[in-house]
């Protein structure tokens, strides 16, 4: 998601602008569907809790209204190797592993590759560099202070799991 530069960034702050519980752009639904959470009455996508938690640690401080937020993390993806933001290596090998330096180097820099205690895939960080009204640039290798916390060294192999396939598989252990 869009982030300011530095050696830190901002977190919580404070802003006149509200996320609405509106309709997310279409989008949303094919591209992150965990920012939405399906209204069945009105037969539409709304504001997500993973949205709600990004706006408010992340977006209050971008400069960027909601709307202005949103549309900059969907070009994100945009600027990403492969179709919407996933490279080919990925979608070759759901159900599959690969080695974490193949994962890495399908990027085109420097992300945070990060699994859980099993190697499962959880998450990739990628950072973009801002201009000065807010919205992301390009790409650009991910800083030190970015990878600590959030990059898996101590897995050589990443398992890439269907979406939702670890939520699956931990209610059979119960």
């Known amino acids: 998601m869009p982030r300011s530069g530095g050696e830190t960034f901002p977190e919580n702050c404070s802003t006149k602008a509200k996320l609405v519980q509106e309709a997310m752009p279409r989008d949303y639904i094919d591209l992150a569907p965990s920012y939405t959470t399906w209204n069945a009455t009105k ?3 709304e504001v997500g809790g993973l949205a709600k938690h990004e706006w408010l640690k992340h977006g209050t401080c971008s400069g960027l209204s909601p709307d202005g937020y949103f549309a900059e993390a969907l070009r994100a993806f945009s600027l990403l190797p492969g179709d919407r933001g996933t490279p080919e290596l990925i979608k070759a090998n759901v159900g599959g592993s690969v080695s974490a ?11 945070a590759i990060k699994a ?6 959880s998450e990739v960080t990628a950072c973009f560099s801002k201009l000065p009204d807010g919205r992301i640039d390009a790409q650009v290798d991910c800083p030190d202070h970015v990878m600590r916390g959030r990059d898996s060294p101590n897995c050589s192999t990443i398992r890439i799991n269907q979406l939702g396939q670890c939520m699956l ?5 119960r």
């Open 43 to 45: 037969h539409q996508a």
């Open 169 to 173: 598989d931990a209610k059979k252990k």
């Open 101 to 111: 330096a193949a994962l890495r180097s399908s990027y085109a820099k420097r992300v």
């Open 116 to 121: 859980d205690r099993g190697c499962n895939l």
